[in-house]
């Protein structure tokens, strides 16, 4: 157990709708970041937010959008969805906002279907 | 840009043989690259780091990479697979020029008894 919490575990939805993801980072860890892996893209980095503030920014949609609240916890939030955003979402964090020096502890992860 | 490939997507060897599994990487600044492991249905773990220093790196669970410069290589390898090392593993890039880590494609290691 990385100490990383998501919720949900697994989401159904339908093309057009929005969906939010939930991360809460392991106690201490002022760094999260997203991450989505699918079939056809791998693993790909999505943006990285370090004490409520946008760190990083990989190949993320602009139906995407993530925040990170004063409590540290992160949401994802997907809207107009496809049915090519269907993957596994994970959130990960670390102590600072170092990012690539820094080990990134990853949770579960959140298994969207969008039908 | 930095750029992971993992050669080989599945691998399979026998209970008890020699495990390799091969990372070469491309990048601008000098890399910090890593090894992950995903067991199913789990996030990933870290199995070990390489950043500066002894470019022997050794992890968890036995594993060990070594860091080639000359040859933008960082291989995985471990002296005699378990049964219970089956999963996919993930070889990683990062740089202090940036934040993100960029991961290759993933090899799926499977151990025959």
């Known amino acids: 157990d990385s100490g990383v919490t998501q919720t949900p575990k697994h989401l159904i939805t339908a093309t057009g709708q929005r969906v939010t993801l939930r991360c809460s980072p392991r106690?201490?860890?002022?760094?999260v970041y997203w991450y989505q892996q699918s079939l056809d893209q791998g693993l790909q980095f999505l943006i990285q937010?370090?004490?409520?503030?946008?760190?990083a920014k990989g190949n993320i949609l602009e139906r995407f959008s993530a925040q990170q609240f004063p409590d540290l916890h992160s949401e994802l939030n997907l809207s107009s969805l496809e049915l090519g955003d269907s993957a596994l979402y994970f959130c990960?964090?670390?102590?600072?906002?170092?990012?690539?020096?820094?080990?990134?502890?990853f949770g579960p992860g959140t298994r969207l279907l969008v039908l | 840009a930095q750029s992971v490939t993992q050669l080989g997507s599945h691998v399979s060897v026998s209970e008890g043989a020699l495990v390799l599994l091969r990372c070469n990487y491309s990048?601008?600044?000098?890399?910090?690259l890593f090894w992950y492991v995903q067991y199913p249905n789990q996030g990933l773990q870290l199995l070990l780091k390489?950043?500066?220093?002894?470019?022997l790196v050794k992890g968890i669970n036995g594993f060990e990479a070594e860091f080639k410069k000359s040859e933008t290589s960082f291989h995985l390898t471990k002296p005699s697979a378990h049964m219970s090392d089956a999963a996919e593993y993930f070889c990683?890039?990062?740089?202090?020029?940036?934040?993100?880590?960029?991961f290759g494609g993933g090899t799926r290691l499977m151990v025959k008894p």
């Open positions: 390489y950043t500066t220093g002894a470019t």
């Open positions: 990048s601008s600044v000098p890399p910090y």
């Open positions: 937010y370090y004490n409520g503030e946008e760190r």
């Open positions: 106690s201490g860890d002022l760094s």
């Open positions: 990683a890039v990062g740089s202090n020029a940036g934040n993100m880590l960029t």
């Open positions: 990960a964090s670390s102590v600072g906002g170092g990012g690539a020096l820094e080990t990134q502890y």
